[in-house]
DNA sequence: ATTAAATTGTTATTTTTTTAACAACTTAAT
DNA sequence: ATTAAGTTGTTAAAAAAATAACAATTTAAT
């Protein structure tokens, strides 16, 4: 219909689904490990056997790239990730600010991954005298007056909340302050942003009830 | 439609809209926040503005667990919680094995959350020897050929899979031999189960993408 | 060269999920 | 007591997403 086919071009004004946007990364490392093992050509029924999925599906989330495939052949794995990474915007670095440096905060620092699909978690910000001035990994920590120097060295567009359950809102206050334009909320907690600021909550407890009635149904 | 009325009493048959499913956890931390701030009462409409949704949807999401409300009045908190929580089975402990005790599994283990919401991981692996006989705090680490006493003894429904992504597969394998039901994949890796064994991936990457879609539209 | 099989990519249909509409009810104010 | 406002809960409609159907194409085999 109104999809753009001028080739590797993205389809900017145009609304990508959501679940179309979430199925997109797990294509993507499955892709990766087909480049690993050599494999030049994967067709969308593969990919929908893999993903226990109907293969229209696959095709119709991957044409949302503007990769195109081969009758026969099916797609070429290059072109496959080549697209999806451009398309998801994993190519362009995207700096982070993280809040709350307990065993979640570092354990995403640690998380080489991150770098890989465009996100690089440039300050590490916390409360406690004994963590500011530590450095995890190349990412050194901060305490809250430290931000007005550090945003001017390297600013970032994100800021991620992995701080106590009761410390979200007003982390996410700070970070509203702070010029912050999305916040990427690790807590349960619900939290309360200008309407002009994104939001997205990880939550896994949300995967766990998922889990829970699978396994009790 | 279909739906129990017999109060306090789950649907077992009845599919639960994934939705639903998933938007319950968040319900449930903020009527908990609620309760600590000694509100007694929420409406449906207090609800909806919170997490910026239609107050029908909140409704219809709620009525899936049983609990009625009062018209005028709203729906009571401590019945909210209880609902919502037996509905879950956030009440009955599941336990749970961890395989790939690093950074994302230490904060995992240490995530007292989970035990709040029905999961206790009763057990680490790892095949670093320089882990294995470690404790991250109540929970030790063992190899793998320790299995099967300690099936024995704490016997597991659900397998966590915290390792490289490259032997996410292998460790699914395993798990499966084991005897694990239900596969918790925190690797962005696709992996390949009997068609009996219940697997759900948490891709923090999916998260990514949808706010680097947001933010760059 | 011809044909058969496999595969993409599009359009149509179905299903699922969300939103809207509205009736019934209950509380609090007059 | 009466009324008005706020709220639940259900039914209907709309929107979104997934699946099905199928035409077009292209490769590989005959």
Chains 1, 2 share one sequence.
Do not use: C
Not at 13 to 40: D, W
Not at 72 to 97: H, M, P, R
């Amino acid at each position: 219909m109104k999809l753009p086919n001028n080739n590797m071009q993205k389809a900017d004004g145009q609304a990508v689904p959501e679940p179309t946007l979430r199925r997109l990364p797990g294509y993507l490392s499955y892709f990766k490990s087909l480049k690993i093992n050599n494999i030049e050509f994967v067709s969308s029924s593969q990919i929908a056997a893999t993903f226990k999925m109907d293969a229209t599906l696959v095709t119709k989330d991957l044409s949302y790239t503007g990769v195109k495939g081969r009758t026969k052949i099916g797609y070429s794995v290059d072109k496959l990730i080549e697209n999806i990474v451009v398309f998801l915007d994993f190519n362009t670095q995207e700096n982070a600010f993280l809040f709350g440096v307990g065993n979640l905060g570092k354990a995403l620092i640690n998380y080489d991954g991150l770098k890989q699909y465009g996100l690089k978690i440039v300050a590490g910000f916390d409360i406690d005298p004994a963590v500011i001035g530590l450095q995890v990994k190349e990412v050194k920590i901060f305490g809250v007056d430290d931000f007005r120097d550090l945003s001017r060295k390297t600013p970032a567009r994100i800021g991620i909340i992995t701080t106590p359950d009761h410390r979200a809102q007003e982390t996410a206050d700070l970070m509203v302050a702070w010029g912050i334009k999305a916040i990427w909320n690790f807590t349960p907690q619900s939290i309360k942003v200008p309407e002009n600021i994104i939001v997205e909550n990880t939550s896994i407890y949300s995967d766990l009830a998922v889990i829970l009635n699978k396994l009790n149904r």
